[in-house]
């Protein structure tokens, strides 16, 4: 039952990224739903799998798989955020504030 | 001793991924972790001996704690500011000086930033960390640094300095 309970929790957080992902203006500010609800969707289903079949071969796997997830969503949303604007990808018109733009010149 | 170290890290990873304790298992991650150690050992940990202290494995788990609820935090924020019709975003890009001196600390500051609520680490020049942020809620430098960087710059510094 608790499996049940995270694993809807992860399904319905990712599906809350997804429609932040179409919702949301730019490229940037959808890196951001990308990144954050779908990782802890990600990891809720993870800690669901390991709920439902204990703390064996395939439930430490999970358990394994939420760091490595972390690190990977970190650093992918960290490039991709990275060469987009390198490759000169506009922010939004309601964006506020760009301190990196005289960094890179 | 770097190496060392590597390599019981590994060890213990391919052990916990595979889950079976045969001896050919193990052979078989021995080796696999003899040459990530051989390959990758001389990039990372300086200092070995921080391992074997206490204090820094209890401020690891504090940190681990805040940034869990930090994450949830994330979501439920982003869910928020989704799901709302009007969509209050203020996006910009800060800049954020940080006081962590060593590469490891910093890759663990910016990627805990990239996981709270709001921000991502777009980029480390030298000692600033430039972040883009989805509802940037004060001009003042002194102000929003520590509103992004929080209590994790304390922690890492406590742990991994």
């Known amino acids: ?38 990782t802890l969707g990600c990891c809720s289903i993870l800690v669901g799998v390991m ?16 760091p490595i997830l972390f690190f990977t969503a970190t650093v992918a949303a960290h490039a991709l955020v990275r060469g987009a604007y390198h490759f000169g990808t506009k922010m939004d018109e309601r964006s506020v504030k760009d301190d990196y733009m005289e960094a890179v010149k | 001793m770097r190496y060392v170290t590597i390599f019981i890290l590994s060890l213990v990873f391919w052990l916990l991924i595979t889950f079976k304790f045969t001896v050919p298992d193990i052979a078989a991650g021995a080796v696999a972790s003899a040459i990530t150690a051989a390959i990758f050992g001389r990039y990372y940990f300086h200092n070995v001996y921080k391992f ?63 996981m709270t609520p709001g921000t991502i680490t777009v980029d480390i020049i030298g000692d600033d960390i430039y972040i883009h942020w989805i509802y940037i809620r004060s001009e003042d430098p002194a102000q929003y640094t520590s509103m992004v960087t929080g209590r994790f710059e304390e922690y890492i510094k406590k742990f991994a300095e």
């Open chain 1, 51 to 66: 709920v439902h079949y204990g703390l064996g071969g395939a439930g430490f796997r999970a358990l394994v798989a939420i």
């Open chain 2, 52 to 114: 074997l202290q206490p204090r820094r494995w209890f401020w690891f788990v504090v940190y681990l704690v805040t940034f869990i609820w930090a994450c949830i935090k994330a979501n439920f924020d982003v869910a928020y500011r989704v799901l709302h019709p009007a969509m209050p975003i203020r996006p910009g890009i800060v800049k954020v000086k940080t006081t962590l001196r060593s590469d490891f600390a910093k890759t663990l500051l910016a990627n805990s930033i990239t």
């Open chain 1, 1 to 38: 039952m608790a499996a049940i309970i995270l694993i809807s929790i992860g399904v319905i957080f990712n599906i809350f990224g997804c429609i932040g992902l179409i919702r949301l203006p730019d490229m940037y500010n959808r890196l951001q739903a990308a990144t954050k609800c779908v």
